[in-house]
């Protein structure tokens, strides 16, 4: 496996001898709870290593009860509602984060530190398989932290904390079940998880399953824009109309299923000065694609494949078909070791290493099994950190991952390609009484292999300084500028076929060059006992953007989306506020609001705008703690986005409106939680602008979700 990737065993071979007294966690107990964060306590593990201090980078995090209200089925569904973070949905069960207008191979979704290793990059309509159930906590690092995690974090980070791999042994045994039910779709779903330990061994294990019928939304499955569009083509040809009138979904969207299940266990020897430990986990799942055009591909065929008199025979069959299904299984085995103190002058020494089996396939409306896409993947990543006395703290890094990715069969719009990477890096950190001070380095060779057609190699380097700087006690100015590069992915590069989840023929350039982005950023913040507040700007000036863009032309009649590279601007906003409004002994009274802005253009060009850019948003919403009772509402309202990019239709705007209520008491030494939550109560019909579906595949309407979540 990995043959030709020498380099890559080289490194391997480093990190190993470099774990031979093992490698260190930098976990920490939080001591300090922000405004409306009534999490419970926990040890939490960081995703970037100096995190203990002040970072200029701005960063977000759920955890405790705020992960267990923002809970749902995809990652980006949970994290939705932090300032600047969107989810590029196709339908409930799939949702990849887009953060600051980036998403895609920009956007690295992780697990404990180590890629997903899935092909939910690859597709829109791929999932990212990280449960949000299992999760302790959830870091979101916003802008470019390519110096940490390489080229495909250019636009930010999502790190899934798990714990599948304890770092420490617990004093007792502890467990948890999460049990759901909601009326819209008729969704189940469970969760548990179990952790102990026994002498100098900890034991880890959870497990999940989740189960829905096709989803409620409010009206018709496709826009008012797109039935508008349509009316106006096919204007005069009654027959057309009227077929189509009959086809219509309204009410409920067809295709929009799922079912998904998996566990993990995991086991540590934890010493005195470190841990060793082992996890393996898997993830299955069965989902629809709403919006998914595979019968409207092979009704093309089979009118070229059979006589004009058995046309209508064939397109009622299809008539009769249910939609394309997608049935995913993976296995993943991760190992990680710890060592405090490992060298004089150094803190301590962590190890990471992870191994992905994934697999799915694409089964059509008839039953029959359409695409098998593959993907055999390891990563792994040393960390060594130093501290120089009390205000210089700095770590040192290597990353190494190779992949062997395949899609096989009538849909595979990218030929197999095998790709490797590594990466060595430096960043620091520098005190200066109220000033700090953070830097780093970064170099990464890339290769990419394909089975046919000329293979790439990219040298890539990053840099980053920031500041930090405490205006008061409780006033704090920020600002980072970033250098950083990405290297094109397999699909940019080799893409040639149909690609019927985005309904079009994608076509990539094996000759794209690197995409460089001069990202600077800055941050206000004031934070104390009873408020808090947050603005931050940024901007980022991209030289050889990598897009896609509509030709104009048609293959196999799907239109041509081509790749290509131009010069393009990112700028935006971000605003968060918390305030303890009440506080008596009982109970408190919290306000919060949000709001966050992206706009994206290229420098040239007839049309500028970049496609799938999220438009403004505003929330708004109430928290009540009263002893055992917690309440919260809140209001959104996502505005329109009429600044759209070539072939795309604007986005009407949509309010959000939801209301929590949850009611804990004890059970003996036990802890019941019983909880009622009303999502999209307006009904409101509403359209992700971040979503490749959104004309075809609306949010869910109005839902109420009910659940118990047992503490031991």
């Not at 794209?512 to 408020?531: F, G, H, I, K, R």
Request: charged share 25%; with cysteine; glycine share 10%.
């Amino acid at each position: 496996m990995f043959q030709k990737s020498s380099y890559l065993r080289a490194a391997v071979a480093a990190c190993a001898l470099s774990l031979s007294p093992c490698a260190a966690t930098y976990a920490q107990e939080s001591t300090e709870e922000p405004i409306g964060d009534d999490s419970i306590d926990e040890v939490v593990v960081r995703a970037h290593p100096l995190s203990a201090e002040t970072l200029a980078q701005p960063v977000a995090t759920l955890r405790g009860r705020e992960l267990e209200r923002a809970l749902a089925p995809s990652i980006a569904e949970t994290l939705r509602n932090i300032p600047g973070v969107h989810s590029a949905s196709f339908g409930q069960a799939v949702g990849r984060p887009v953060i600051r207008g980036l998403g895609g191979a920009r956007v690295k979704t992780m697990e404990d530190r180590i890629d997903s290793m899935d092909v939910s990059v690859s597709s829109p309509d791929h999932l990212t398989t990280i449960e949000p159930f299992t999760a302790q906590s959830i870091e979101v690092l916003k802008g470019p932290t390519t110096l940490l995690y390489g080229t495909g974090a250019i636009g930010g980070v999502v790190d899934v904390h798990t714990g599948r791999i304890p770092h420490e042994v617990p004093e007792h045994l502890s467990a948890k079940i999460d049990l759901r039910a909601t009326d819209n779709a008729d969704q189940r779903s469970g969760a548990a998880r179990l952790d102990a330990g026994a002498g100098n061994f900890a034991f880890h294990f959870n497990v999940f399953y989740r189960d829905a019928d096709e989803y409620d939304i409010p009206g018709f499955a496709e826009s008012a824009a797109l039935r508008e569009l349509e009316e106006m083509e096919h204007e005069g040809e009654e027959e057309h109309e009227d077929e189509h009138e009959g086809e219509e979904a309204f009410g409920t969207l067809p295709s929009s299923q799922l079912e998904v299940r998996g566990g993990a266990a995991g086991l540590s020897f934890v010493s005195e000065r470190g841990f060793l430990g082992l996890s393996l986990s898997t993830y299955d799942a069965e989902y629809g694609l709403p919006g998914h055009s595979h019968e409207h591909g092979h009704e093309h065929e089979h009118e070229h494949e059979h006589e004009h008199e058995h046309e209508h025979e064939h397109e009622h069959e299809e008539e009769e078909e249910g939609g394309a299904i997608l049935d995913l299984d993976q296995t993943r085995i991760d190992v990680e070791a710890g060592l405090e103190a490992p060298f004089t002058g150094f803190s301590n020494l962590n190890f990471r290493l992870g191994y992905n089996d994934y697999k799915h396939v694409e089964f059509e409306g008839n039953g029959e099994a359409g695409t098998v896409f593959a993907n055999e993947a390891l990563e792994g990543r040393v960390e060594l950190v130093h501290d120089i006395g009390s205000s210089y703290e700095g770590a040192t890094g290597l990353q190494f991952s190779a992949r062997e990715f395949s899609a096989i069969g009538e849909e595979a719009f990218v030929q197999p390609v095998d790709t490797q990477t590594a990466g060595i890096f430096y960043v620091g950190h520098r005190r200066f009484n109220n000033t700090g001070l953070e830097f780093g380095l970064r170099y990464e060779h890339v290769e990419h292999d394909p089975t046919e057609g000329p293979s790439r190699s990219f040298d890539l380097g990053a840099a980053s300084l920031g500041l930090t700087q405490a205006l008061t006690d409780h006033w704090t100015i920020s600002g980072q500028l970033d250098y950083s590069n990405r290297a094109p992915v397999a699909e940019e590069l080799y893409s040639d076929g149909p690609h019927l989840a985005t309904s079009s023929y994608e076509i990539g350039d094996p000759n794209l060059n690197e995409e460089q982005a001069t990202n600077v950023s800055a941050t206000l913040e004031y934070d104390q006992e009873s408020l808090y507040f947050m603005l931050s700007a940024y901007y980022t000036d991209f030289g050889d953007f990598i897009y896609e863009t509509a030709t104009g032309a048609e293959i196999d009649e799907l239109p041509v989306l081509q790749w290509q590279q131009g010069d393009a601007g990112f700028h935006g906003l971000e605003a968060d506020f918390g305030w303890r409004a009440l506080n008596w002994g009982n109970g408190t009274l919290e306000l919060n609001a949000g709001y966050d802005y992206v706009r994206a253009r290229l420098d040239s060009g007839e049309n500028r705008n970049l496609p799938r850019i999220p438009p403004h948003r505003w929330r708004i919403g109430a928290l009540l703690n009263w002893q055992d009772l917690l309440a919260e509402v809140s209001w959104g309202r996502v505005d329109a986005q009429n600044d759209t990019a070539a072939e795309e239709l604007p986005t009407e705007a949509y309010n959000d409106l939801r209301v929590h209520l949850a009611y804990e008491l004890d059970l003996g030494d036990n802890r019941l939680g019983l909880f009622v939550t009303g999502r999209n109560l307006t009904d409101d019909e509403q359209r992700y602008h971040t979503s490749f579906i959104k004309d075809f595949a609306p949010q869910p309407g109005r839902t109420i979700e009910a659940g118990v979540i047992l503490r031991l």
